[in-house]
């Protein structure tokens, strides 16, 4: 095999780690496009100003399958829901993540970025809600579970090291959030292995290992694709940087960061990170090169990245 024969297999498997990630993401049903606008807001939007014209984010969402009626559905419903706010300018759209688009993503991107730190503190909260009548009761458990909590019974719900003000700003609103009685405690050494087990079922912590795993499996040809080949396609370096960020994000915002105390060990979620981190770091570039030759905002095409962005993953 000649030297350009060689050259061009590597580049091409690169390309096919991405046409099948792709398709992969066109298989889901159903096809949560939405979801993958906000990976790409907050991935690639905002930190080049945080504006891009309509007309050219659907141009980059046909990589993904994604047709302009679904697009223009989903930033309507984004909109809606007070993700994006949009901006007429002649005869052309434009839209942003809201402020409050912004601190959602804002407080995500320190776990998406960042290296997970399982806790070392064996301390937990639990949240009796014996005393809170029936009909209140699920909001209440609904809500705890938003920030985090695990039932270990109907009653009794369990958080590793949540704030006391954190429960309070978030129950506050609800009815019957003063009949909750919040406890801090310890478990005792000499039942770990049964608290191991307890907690192990009540985060249902197999499935996020499996989910971490699936996810490994899934990106791992492309990081050796990418690590493989001198020169990346800038698009299909965009393709893959959002996939693998619109994935890792489903996972690890779900992750509670429980102390390494009850995870198996070795923990994927630490391998997921790892890979994440090196493919990311390989694509981010040629990524950054799409996104300035095709996305626009309202002056033009869109302005290099932010100084904070090449602090992601430790530093790209």
């Known amino acids: 095999m000649s030297e350009t024969t060689s050259r061009s297999s590597r580049t091409n498997a690169l390309s096919r780690a991405s046409t099948s990630l792709v398709e ?3 298989r889901q049903r159903p096809l949560r496009a939405g979801s993958l606008l906000i990976s790409i807001f907050g991935d690639a939007i ?3 100003g945080g504006v891009v014209w309509l007309g050219s984010l659907i141009g980059a969402l046909e990589r993904f399958g994604v047709n302009q009626r679904l697009v223009r559905t989903s930033v309507f419903r984004l909109v809606r829901d007070g993700w994006l706010s949009a901006e007429q300018v002649g005869r052309r759209s434009f839209y942003q993540l809201t402020p409050a ?4 993503f804002a407080t995500a991107s320190e776990r998406i ?3 997970p730190s ?10 009796l809600l014996a005393d809170v009548e029936a009909a209140q009761r699920d909001d209440l458990r609904r809500e705890l579970k938003w920030l985090g909590f695990a039932p270990l019974s109907a009653t009794l719900m369990v958080h590793p090291v949540a704030r006391d003000s954190d429960i309070e700003r978030v129950l506050h609103p609800l009815p019957g959030h003063e009949r909750v009685v919040v406890l801090h405690a310890t478990a005792a050494t000499a039942r770990e292995d049964a608290w191991r087990r307890l907690i192990g079922e009540a985060f249902d912590v197999a499935a996020l290992e499996g989910r971490y795993d699936a996810f490994i499996t899934r990106f791992r040809t492309a990081l050796a694709a990418a690590r493989r080949v001198k020169r990346i396609d800038p698009g299909d ?10 994935e890792y994000r489903k996972i690890v915002l779900r992750d509670p960061m429980l102390p390494a105390s009850v995870l198996p060990s070795p923990w994927h979620g630490l391998r997921a990170y790892e890979l994440c981190r090196a ?3 390989r694509i981010a570039p040629p990524a950054e090169h799409y996104l300035m030759s095709n996305l626009e905002n309202r002056a033009g095409p869109l302005p290099p990245a932010h100084a904070r962005f090449r602090g992601r993953f430790d530093g790209l």
């Open 24 to 26: 992969d993401f066109g």
């Open 46 to 48: 905002a930190p080049h």
């Open 237 to 246: 370096a965009f393709v893959l940087r959002t996939l693998l960020i619109h």
């Open 118 to 127: 399982p806790r070392e503190t064996n301390r937990w909260c639990l949240a």
């Open 101 to 104: 688009g912004r601190e959602r």
């Open 113 to 115: 970025y960042s290296a």
């Open 279 to 281: 493919l990311y770091a």
